[in-house]
């Protein structure tokens, strides 16, 4: 990935905020007052990028777009969307794997792509968690015919973004200034942190390389131990979903260069999906850009990547077949 094309979707959110650029993304959030629900939301009702916001839930369904309502910004909520996000789900407690919620979110994702087939075939869906969920909705958008590779992401970002903090942190770096692709998928051992294509350029002793790309990768499970049995990575996963939205959507609004990393239908790959940096354009995926040049330690993290991620993907899959 080159940093000439990483920057502007870097700088993307701070943006959001900052600028009057009228634009008219319609984006609707499933699951809006969740834990991520909530302040993302929140963060897209704040953009200028947004100019109507749908927001659904099945459990406190007026207070969610209420309270956002009031809000002096021209973000409406109203029905009819071109950009569709998903945190809905249930949250692990401590001691769980996400494998151990898997029937429950599996039913919800596959439960909302019915519904997002069914009633905004056309927009670009992004959901989290991924693994096996993309992949379910791969194959409920197959089911109903309308199935488009291009329009949908499974939101990766927050691992980018840890990495990015950590890495600034140990190097004594600007984090907004640092930028890590992190490819293969969102979860433990499948997340892979390409350190060794940073911008910044950092060089880091192996042993260093090996310690950072494990609080990477562990990062998810130790806010749920430190939150102990509270809401997970809400903040944080909010601040990275508004991101990936607001750089989807500037890519849609024709920004050029626009670049996030995110899990997709891969068929070139070993295993099927796998997140990649993406070039974002008008329609959604413009250009797969790959995964670069690779240092034996990535080599090792992706091989070793694979079978889990392969398993994960066909869990999801068979999910949605097995389903009358
Ligand atoms: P939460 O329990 O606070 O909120 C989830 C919301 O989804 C609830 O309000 C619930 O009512 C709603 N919901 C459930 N089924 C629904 C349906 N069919 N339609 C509409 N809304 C529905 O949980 P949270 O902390 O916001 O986490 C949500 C999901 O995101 C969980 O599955 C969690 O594991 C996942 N997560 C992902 C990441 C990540 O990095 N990708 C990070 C944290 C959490």
Same mark, same amino acid.
């Given at each position: 990935?080159?940093?000439?094309?990483?920057?502007?979707?870097?700088?993307?959110?701070?943006?959001?905020?900052?600028?009057?650029?009228?634009?008219?993304?319609?984006?609707?959030?499933?699951?809006?007052?969740?834990?991520?629900?909530? #302040?993302?939301?929140?963060? !897209?009702?704040?953009?200028?990028?947004?100019?109507?916001?749908?927001? /659904?839930?099945?459990?406190?369904?007026?207070? *969610?777009?209420?309270? #956002?309502?009031?809000?002096?910004?021209?973000?409406?909520?109203?029905?009819?969307?071109?950009?569709?996000? &998903?945190?809905?789900?249930?949250?692990?407690?401590?001691?769980?794997?996400?494998?151990?919620?898997?029937?429950?979110?599996?039913?919800?994702?596959?439960?909302?792509?019915?519904?997002?087939?069914?009633?905004?075939?056309?927009?670009?869906?992004?959901?989290?968690?991924?693994?096996?969920?993309? #992949?379910?909705?791969?194959?409920?958008? $197959?089911?109903?015919?309308? =199935?488009?590779?291009?329009?949908?992401?499974?939101?990766?970002?927050?691992?980018?973004?840890?990495?990015?903090?950590?890495?600034?942190?140990?190097?004594?770096?600007?984090?907004?200034?640092?930028?890590?692709?992190?490819?293969?998928?969102?979860?433990? $051992?499948?997340?892979? #942190?390409?350190?060794?294509?940073?911008?910044?350029?950092?060089?880091?002793?192996?042993?260093? !390389?090996?310690?950072?790309?494990?609080?990477?990768?562990?990062?998810?499970?130790?806010?749920?131990?430190?939150?102990?049995?509270?809401?997970?990575?809400?903040?944080?996963?909010? /601040?990275?979903?508004?991101?990936?939205?607001?750089?989807?959507?500037?890519?849609?609004?024709?920004?050029?260069?626009?670049?996030?990393?995110?899990?997709?239908?891969?068929? @070139?790959?070993?295993?099927? =999906?796998?997140?990649?940096?993406?070039?974002?354009?008008?329609?959604? &995926? @413009?250009?797969?850009?790959?995964?670069?040049?690779?240092?034996?330690?990535?080599?090792?993290?992706?091989?070793?990547?694979?079978?889990?991620?392969?398993?994960?993907?066909?869990?999801? @899959?068979?999910?949605?077949?097995? *389903?009358?």
């Amino acid at each position: 990935m080159s940093s000439a094309l990483a920057r502007p979707a870097r700088a993307a959110l701070r943006r959001s905020f900052s600028t009057s650029a009228q634009n008219s993304a319609k984006v609707a959030v499933l699951g809006a007052s969740g834990g991520i629900g909530q #302040p993302l939301a929140l963060l !897209l009702k704040n953009s200028p990028l947004v100019s109507g916001l749908t927001l /659904y839930n099945i459990a406190h369904t007026p207070g *969610v777009a209420a309270d #956002p309502s009031h809000i002096e910004t021209r973000a409406h909520c109203l029905k009819g969307c071109n950009v569709v996000v &998903i945190p809905a789900g249930v949250p692990r407690k401590p001691g769980m794997t996400r494998d151990d919620l898997f029937n429950t979110n599996a039913c919800i994702v596959a439960t909302l792509s019915v519904a997002c087939a069914q009633h905004c075939p056309e927009a670009i869906i992004i959901s989290s968690p991924v693994n096996s969920t993309i #992949p379910i909705t791969t194959e409920v958008f $197959k089911k109903h015919e309308i =199935y488009n590779p291009s329009k949908i992401f499974g939101v990766t970002t927050l691992d980018i973004v840890r990495a990015n903090t950590f890495i600034g942190v140990l190097k004594g770096l600007d984090p907004a200034r640092v930028n890590v692709p992190v490819i293969g998928g969102h979860a433990g $051992k499948t997340l892979i #942190p390409l350190i060794s294509q940073c911008t910044a350029q950092v060089d880091l002793p192996q042993d260093q !390389l090996t310690a950072i790309t494990g609080q990477i990768q562990e990062a998810g499970a130790e806010v749920v131990k430190a939150k102990a049995g509270a809401p997970l990575a809400t903040l944080s996963m909010a /601040y990275a979903g508004a991101q990936f939205v607001f750089s989807l959507v500037d890519a849609m609004n024709g920004k050029e260069g626009v670049v996030e990393c995110s899990f997709i239908k891969f068929p @070139e790959a070993d295993c099927a =999906y796998f997140s990649t940096p993406l070039l974002l354009g008008k329609k959604g &995926i @413009e250009k797969n850009l790959g995964i670069g040049k690779i240092s034996s330690f990535g080599e090792k993290m992706i091989a070793e990547a694979i079978p889990e991620l392969k398993a994960s993907i066909k869990k999801g @899959e068979e999910f949605v077949r097995n *389903v009358k």
